[in-house]
């Protein structure tokens, strides 16, 4: 399942770090983030309960950047 | 932001002035007015604006370390100013102006790095704004203005002149010319009229139109490109993943030269039985820090590929991603599909050799005598006559099938056909050099010339090569499933440089695979075709170009490159426009990577102090972003 949110960062560095920081959240197969755009494209594990990975998504990318913001 | 900003910048001021007059060097002579105000008063003074600039960061840092985050750049830009506070303490020299002021730099950095990405982004998503915001479904005599979501297959809608086109549809009534820039880039004004199919995304010009959709909003065209164009910059290319690569090792290298720097020349010194001089070091360390963000590269080089994209778009030229930028700029080998591509797809009139009587009556016989016939040469010929066919003028048709048609137009015998037709009945008629299919006619009993009917090359395709040999092409080769001598003729009239014909849609994924077999690794193979039975091949191609794509679903599904007109000058557009755009993207690479390793270099050296730190850190950022968003500026690629 691939799911598309809106995001905000404030600097490119900041996504970059936001997207290691998704890739390595259990239950995210890929995740790409866009700073251009201010998305983030997700692909999830079969199986996996997209409201509860995300929040744990937002949770670790806070602890990278405390500014961002994902909206889902 | 902007306020604290000021605020910090007033104060500094005011409390530099006032150290030049009260304060002295080492704290003990006698200051320029006599006065002296001593320590602590003016850590106190100083720590006013450092706070006022800085809070935000200093808090972040501190979040940081509790998240066991020590490279990241809040932490960083804390570590340097408060050492550099720190240091000013121990040499007692009250100097604080240097923290305060990396503090101001960096924050007025990073709200011109949040201005000009905000400011760049909206300018390419107005470009690319076509998204239309409602539709008008009329009811009970009155325009309601519905979202364009909420409209089912088959409604009719209504578009008045001057509004975009919501959704795909058929008109059911009036006709206007609509501007299809916004979707070809090009200007030029299509006529429309009922049961014309129009698509959404361009806007009506003169009339009032209605129509009916086809379409869900989502599936509309407009969705389409949107949703390509907005995705696009998330495939990235291999110069965004090195630096995102780059930027993970940069920082934490930087720092941790930084602290060596900080500890081992002072050690050495020691050995050497010198004056270690801790503080120096420690400086020239901090220094280290303030540039360890590698927001410069980090920010422009996306930006650039973003701007690049945005500006193909705005050309009608779709590409799917900053990866497919990347290989369009190392095209080397362009691989044609002929029909469709290099010509129109339908066939035409391509020459009249006449004989006796002018052109006009020529062809007016040919399509008065071939007006039963729904054959497409009938039709082609139908055409070129352009005028009403008046069908009273014409009796006796007779076809021969296999031959052509003999008739009576305005009582005079005319017949139309091959070489067998006019053996048939003894005329003795002139074969013809070019290729193609020909119609030979007698009109009242006598050879009148023949007509040639084939393909038509498009206007541009000819230019189109040529201008790709220029941008540095090194071999264009055309396939195509027709005849050898056609292929010949076409390749030859275009000079392409090498042509494959006779080919059946699975040899030209065979064909395709040799070709980037026999090619050098680094040398990218683009293919363009119409998407219409060439999809395999497109996927095969390292960049699969469709052309024409207007509609087309399954042409935009499977090309990395989409041409939304199909006029083939705009390959060679797309290639220059990616090879500004990679340009632009190396000259950033190397101008900040220069910029940033001769600070580091001069820092070391004692050469940079803080303020030569900042300046590099933030002026290159802003040079390197002003230089991402020419890439958008590609009207006259």
């Known amino acids: 399942m691939k799911k598309t949110y809106n995001i905000e960062v404030d600097c490119a560095n900041c996504a970059n770090l936001m997207e290691d920081a998704t890739n390595k959240t259990d239950g995210i197969k890929t995740a790409t983030v866009n700073f251009m755009t201010q998305k983030m494209t997700v692909e999830f594990e079969e199986g996996s309960d997209e409201k509860k990975v995300m929040k744990q998504v937002l949770k670790n990318c806070k602890k990278v950047e405390d500014d961002c913001e994902i909206e889902f | ?637």
Not at chain 2, 218 to 237: C, H, P, W
Not at chain 2, 335 to 362: M, P, Q, S
Not at chain 2, 403 to 415: E, T
Not at chain 2, 534 to 551: E, H, S
Request: hydrophobic fraction near 45%; aromatic fraction near 8%.
């Open chain 2, 1 to 637: 932001m902007l306020i604290r900003i000021i605020i910090t910048a007033v104060l500094l001021i005011i409390f530099s002035v006032l150290r030049f007059f009260f304060s002295t060097e080492d704290g003990e002579t006698a200051s320029r007015s006599g006065f002296v105000i001593k320590e602590p008063v003016w850590l106190i003074l100083f720590l006013v604006p450092y706070f006022i600039i800085g809070y935000d960061i200093l808090k972040k840092a501190f979040k940081g370390i509790l998240n066991r985050k020590v490279f990241d750049e809040n932490f960083l830009m804390a570590v340097a100013t408060i050492g550099a506070i720190a240091i000013a303490i121990i040499n007692k020299s009250s100097d604080y102006t240097e923290a305060v002021a990396v503090m101001l730099f960096y924050q007025i950095g990073e709200l011109f790095q949040s201005y000009a990405v905000r400011k760049s982004r909206k300018n390419i998503s107005e470009l690319m704004d076509i998204r239309p915001d409602y539709a008008n479904i009329e009811k009970d005599g009155e325009l309601e203005r519905v979202s364009p979501d909420e409209v089912p297959i088959g409604t009719v809608i209504t578009i008045q002149p001057g509004e975009k086109i919501p959704i795909d549809g058929i008109v059911t009534e009036g006709s206007s010319t609509l501007n299809t820039s916004a979707l070809t880039g090009e200007s030029v004004p299509r006529d429309v009229g009922v049961s014309n199919e129009v698509l959404s995304g361009c806007i009506n010009l003169s009339g009032v139109l209605k129509i009916r959709t086809t379409k869900e909003f989502g599936e509309s065209t407009v969705s389409k490109i949107l949703e390509l164009v907005e995705s696009s910059s998330s495939n990235k290319s291999k110069s965004e993943a090195f630096i995102s690569k780059f930027a993970k090792v940069y920082t934490p290298a930087v720092c941790i030269s930084a602290l060596c720097l900080a500890i081992i020349p002072p050690i050495i010194l020691l050995f050497l039985k010198q004056p270690a001089s801790w503080n120096t070091w420690i400086y020239r360390a901090l220094t280290f820090l303030v540039i360890s963000c590698p927001c410069a590269l980090v920010i422009s080089i996306p930006l650039s590929f973003f701007a690049g994209l945005g500006g193909a778009s705005k050309e009608g030229i779709l590409i799917k991603g900053s990866n497919y930028l990347e290989a369009l700029s190392k095209t080397k080998y362009v691989v044609f599909d002929k029909t469709g591509t290099l010509t129109k797809g339908v066939f035409n009139v391509n020459a009249v050799h006449h004989n006796t009587i002018d052109e006009e009556r020529l062809i007016e016989y040919a399509a008065l005598s071939e007006c039963a016939s729904s054959h497409p040469i009938s039709l082609s010929l139908q055409k070129a006559y352009g005028k009403e066919i008046d069908r009273s003028r014409v009796d006796n048709i007779q076809e021969i099938s296999g031959h052509g048609i003999i008739a009576n137009v305005d009582g005079i015998a005319v017949a139309a056909g091959n070489e067998k037709l006019m053996d048939k009945y003894g005329y003795e008629y002139r074969s013809c050099h070019k290729t193609g299919t020909i119609v030979h006619m007698a009109v009242d009993n006598e050879y009148a010339g023949h007509i040639v009917i084939s393909d038509e090359i498009k206007p541009d395709s000819k230019e189109a090569i040529e201008a790709l040999k220029n941008s540095g092409v090194k071999k264009t080769i055309m396939l195509t499933g027709d005849m050898e001598n056609v292929a010949k003729d076409v390749a030859e009239n275009l000079k392409v440089d090498e042509y494959f014909a006779g080919l059946l849609p699975a040899d030209k994924v065979s064909k395709v695979e040799e070709i980037i077999e026999s090619k050098p690794k680094n040398d990218m193979l683009a293919f363009v075709g119409d998407g219409i039975n060439d999809a395999p091949v497109l996927a095969r191609a390292d960049i699969g170009i469709a052309m024409g794509a207007m509609g087309s679903d399954a042409a935009i599904e499977a090309a990395d490159v989409v041409l939304m007109d199909d006029n083939p000058l705009k390959i060679a557009k797309a290639i220059r426009i990616s090879r500004k755009c990679l340009g632009i993207v190396y000259q950033n690479i190397v101008f900040a990577l220069v910029i940033k390793f001769a600070c580091l270099l001069l820092g070391a050296l004692g050469f940079a102090n803080m303020w030569a730190a900042i300046f590099a850190d933030v002026g290159v950022m802003i040079i390197a972003v002003l230089n991402a968003i020419r890439a958008l500026n590609v009207k006259k690629l």
